[in-house]
């Protein structure tokens, strides 16, 4: 019990004026494409390919991101934003009750996944022109990195939070009006995701494999939704009405991208470069 922190941040972001607040949640997010352009830039280099391509590559990924990890959680975590503040869902600012600027908060990775690869395919054919699979066997190492910046986003906002505990590892969120701790999801999914950034790192830069189509992008699916199903076990249901289920959303959501990563390394063998 000694060993837990009390997690009580001052504010929750940067204050420019009035209400309008740069919130760190959306600095991680920011944090996130920096890293991941820098990353791709190696790659790009490493790969003879042009700065316009970068260039180009980055506004497909900030959209294709974004746009898929907002509708992805309205869609599966907060579907009553389309009848009660539909504006809310594509801007950063609540209307419903009140109007307020919020930032994009509420983005589900699983979204996220699915704008990446609706974005990179509309990039390979209006850019890039080589294979889809090409670029998101190669954007899957930034996007680990990223992935990464944003729980630690989720945890300044103390938010996706764990169950109860009286382990070491507890962490009393005081923005949640709490004495007690409980399990830091974010964290250890941050944790974890770490590892899967090393481990594509690595496979890109000391292995042979990113010559096989899909077996980055398989092991990215197949490692990273990993990690998510494991640590859904330590956390609160993000809906209430679903905590009772075998599996929560977020398990139900990773067993089809585990399955499709596991597919695609397989297939990779007989798809080489």
């Not at 507890?170 to 090393?198: C, M, N, S, T």
Request: glycine residues 8%.
């Amino acid at each position: 019990m000694l060993l837990q922190i009390v997690w009580d941040p001052a504010s929750e972001g940067i204050n420019l004026f009035g209400n309008f607040t740069i919130y760190y949640y959306s600095l991680m997010w920011l944090a996130a494409f920096t890293v991941g352009y820098y990353l791709m830039k190696r790659i790009f280099v490493n790969e003879k390919l042009s700065q316009e391509h970068l260039d180009a590559l980055l506004i497909y990924s900030v959209v294709g991101l974004l746009l898929g990890a907002r509708l992805g959680h309205v869609i599966f975590y907060q579907s009553e934003l389309f009848r009660d503040d539909f504006l809310s869902i594509f801007l950063p600012f609540r209307f419903n009750p009140t109007f307020e600027f919020t930032g994009f908060r509420g983005l589900a990775s699983h979204g996220a996944a699915i704008g990446m690869i609706i974005s990179m395919y509309l990039y390979n054919k209006k850019i890039l022109t080589k294979s889809v699979l090409w670029i998101l066997d190669r954007i899957v190492v930034p996007v680990a990195i990223g992935a990464v910046c944003v729980r630690l986003g989720n945890f300044f906002n103390s938010e996706m939070v764990g169950y109860p505990t009286d382990s070491p590892f507890g962490i009393v969120f005081k923005k949640l009006g709490e004495d007690f701790a409980r399990h830091p999801g974010q964290l250890y999914e941050a944790f974890g995701y770490v590892f899967v950034f090393i481990i594509l790192f690595f496979t890109y830069w000391k292995t042979s494999k990113s010559r096989q189509q899909g077996f980055m992008l398989g092991l990215f699916f197949t490692a990273l939704w990993s990690v998510r199903f494991v640590v859904e076990y330590f956390k609160e249901a993000q809906v209430e009405e679903r905590a009772e289920w075998l599996f929560n959303t977020g398990q139900l959501l990773s067993i089809p991208f585990i399955l499709a990563g596991i597919y695609l390394m397989v297939r990779s063998r007989k798809h080489i470069l």
